[in-house]
């Protein structure tokens, strides 16, 4: 962990150029970083590194892993009509914040958050259904996470036997996403009758 005499980086993140403070100590944790702050080049010496590709949401999720070894879901989920001191289900939207931190996670090879990701990932998936199982699933695919995915363990095994019934209702109800689905990601298609056929 950092300590308090570790100098301060500043991040400037996205489009609009949203700044963030941390601590050197902790961003030196990752490899990325580390060849940045220390290897010389200019961010050596100014303590300031831009990231004009990355999601402001998602690089705060990414500090916060560095700072309590954990993450928080950024956009808290909609109260609606649930009962009272019950939490909401998660949806696709939830599903697509945890895809992207674990994308972000991988691409600064930040492991714990990674795994910590993919975890939340997958704990969306068991929880949704119909169209929405797949629509996330081919944002996965979209992003070039298929193959880590599902090979993600054992909190696979569960997801894997829900997922036929899934697919069968969704052939029934939404034939003709469906059909585009196949069309626009036909490796998900192929790892999902895979699965259908043999359990991938």
Not at 35 to 61: C, H, Q, R, W, Y
Request: charge should be negative.
């Amino acid at each position: 962990m950092s300590s308090i005499m570790s100098p301060v980086v500043i991040l400037t993140v996205g489009e609009d150029e949203i700044k963030f403070h941390v601590y050197e100590d902790l961003l030196c944790s990752l490899p990325f970083f580390r060849a940045a702050l220390k290897s010389g080049f200019k961010e050596t010496a100014d303590k300031k590194i831009n990231m004009p590709e990355d999601e402001p949401v998602i690089i705060a999720a990414v500090i916060e892993y560095l700072y309590v070894g954990n993450y928080t879901y950024a956009y808290g989920r909609e109260l609606g009509t649930v009962e009272k001191n019950k939490t909401p289900p998660p949806d696709l939207k939830e599903g697509s914040f945890h895809l992207r931190v674990y994308a972000t996670a991988f691409k600064y090879d930040c492991q714990g958050l990674v795994e910590a990701a993919m975890g939340s990932l997958i704990y969306v998936l068991q929880q949704l259904d119909g169209i929405a199982v797949v629509q996330l699933l081919k944002e996965v695919y979209d992003r070039s996470c298929g193959a880590a995915f599902w090979e993600a363990g054992k909190d696979m095994s569960a997801f894997k036997k829900k997922l036929p019934g899934i697919l069968k209702d969704v052939y029934v109800t939404n034939g003709e996403d469906m059909k585009d689905f196949i069309y626009e990601c036909p490796s998900l298609a192929n790892d999902l009758l895979r699965l259908s056929v043999s359990g991938l």
